[in-house]
């Protein structure tokens, strides 16, 4: 079954306090890794009314929920469109893999115009997030005693989703799906190993030289990446002018 379609996600969704242009699965359900005891990472955006956005009164522009409902794992955030839009004109990958996660909980008809804002908003300068990514994952994951599975796929699922995103523009998150390209096995073991087992299991130590050799193997492709690339260096005007005439619209009604 979908985990999109799951119900409970879809109540949870159902009963936020503002109207949701989306909401989404992110996380290890996104990244095709999900171990038996994985959370849901519930993502989206919502529409603060107007005079939440002009008045005395702000709304909440991030809002964030940790709850367990009927054996539900649950980490839901959702941010104001106008935070949101703001995001998708800085080179963040975390908005776009959110905005276009194929695991739909709730959607409307602004979703798939801010998806194709999303596609046209990717430009070589996300190279950075995705290298900052996998960097702070390789140092947090080595720094553990023993090493656990889980940040070893973080790390290869961020080096081959910049991989790529960079090479072709288009945003593939799911590790399986990006390993069926780059046909690395090792990737394979992992998946096999996180999705197998409990979210803490480990690997042997002796298992990080290896490791280490395809990260900086790896780390190096996305770094030269840029330089061949057929994305735009920066956001185009006309794309930031969309997005700005695209948030004036929602928030008009």
């Known amino acids: 079954m979908n985990v999109a ?4 996600l879809r109540a949870i969704a159902a009963a936020h306090p503002y109207p949701l242009v989306f909401a989404t699965i992110s996380g290890a359900h996104l990244y095709g890794f999900p171990s038996p005891d994985s959370d849901f990472d519930l993502r989206g955006v919502h529409v603060l009314p107007l005079a939440e956005v002009v008045g005395l009164v702000r709304g909440r522009e991030t809002i964030e929920r940790m709850d367990q409902q009927s054996g539900l794992d649950l980490d839901l955030v959702t941010h104001d469109v106008g935070k949101f839009v703001r995001l998708m004109g800085k080179p963040n990958g975390y908005v776009l893999e959110q905005l276009l996660s194929p695991l739909v909980v709730a959607t409307s008809p602004w979703h798939d115009e801010l998806k194709a804002l999303g596609r046209r908003s990717v430009t070589r300068l996300h190279v950075r997030h995705y290298l900052g990514f996998a960097k702070t994952q390789w140092d947090l994951g080595t ?33 399986r799906v990006l390993n069926d390209a780059a046909r690395l096995p090792h990737v394979d073991d992992l998946i096999a190993r996180k999705t197998g087992g409990a979210e803490q299991g480990v690997l042997a130590a002796s298992e990080l030289a290896f490791h280490e050799r395809e990260f900086q193997r790896l780390l190096a492709l996305l770094q030269a990446a840029p330089a061949t690339s057929p994305l735009p260096e920066v956001l185009p005007t006309a794309v930031a002018r969309d997005l700005h005439d695209f ?4 928030r008009l009604g």
């Open 247 to 250: 948030l004036v619209r929602v």
């Open 5 to 8: 379609t799951d119900p409970r």
């Open 143 to 175: 720094k553990e005693s023993p090493p656990r599975v889980k940040p070893l796929c973080y790390v290869y699922r961020v080096l081959l989703t910049g991989i790529h995103l960079l090479r072709s523009g288009e945003l593939q998150a799911n590790l």
